[in-house]
């Protein structure tokens, strides 16, 4: 019944931009804490990003300062801006709401 999609992903070449978002539907309920999370190929999933309730934003390393996490509260959507994207950020993007739901990913693929 619940469902998450993730949408915003495509082919863009290095130094472009991207806006994910995550909505979600169903019986969720109040969410806490809204993550995005890649997966590359022959990689670990990684977190990229997450946001609190409250606003409180972390990112990863390799991303801060390029990509920009924000929500909804009211909508339960999440948005995920990346500029400056380098080939290294190509993999499947994730939306996951309190380590309970995931979305099916929606692929972002930097290249030339």
């Known amino acids: 019944q619940v469902q998450l999609v993730e949408s915003g992903g495509g082919l863009v070449q290095p130094g472009g931009s991207l806006r994910l978002s995550c909505a979600a539907s169903?019986?969720?309920?109040?969410?806490?804490?809204v993550g995005w999370y890649r997966q590359a190929p022959g990689k670990q999933r990684e977190l990229v990003a997450r946001?609190?309730?409250?606003?409180?934003?972390t990112y990863a390393d390799s991303v801060k300062g390029r990509f920009t996490i924000s929500r909804d509260n009211t909508k339960i959507t999440a948005y995920l801006q990346m500029n400056s994207l380098k080939p290294e950020d190509t993999a499947v993007y994730y939306c996951n709401l309190d380590g309970r739901f995931w979305g099916r990913g929606t692929q972002v693929t930097v290249s030339s």
């Open positions: 946001i609190t309730s409250g606003g409180s934003a």
């Open positions: 169903g019986n969720i309920g109040s969410i806490y804490v």
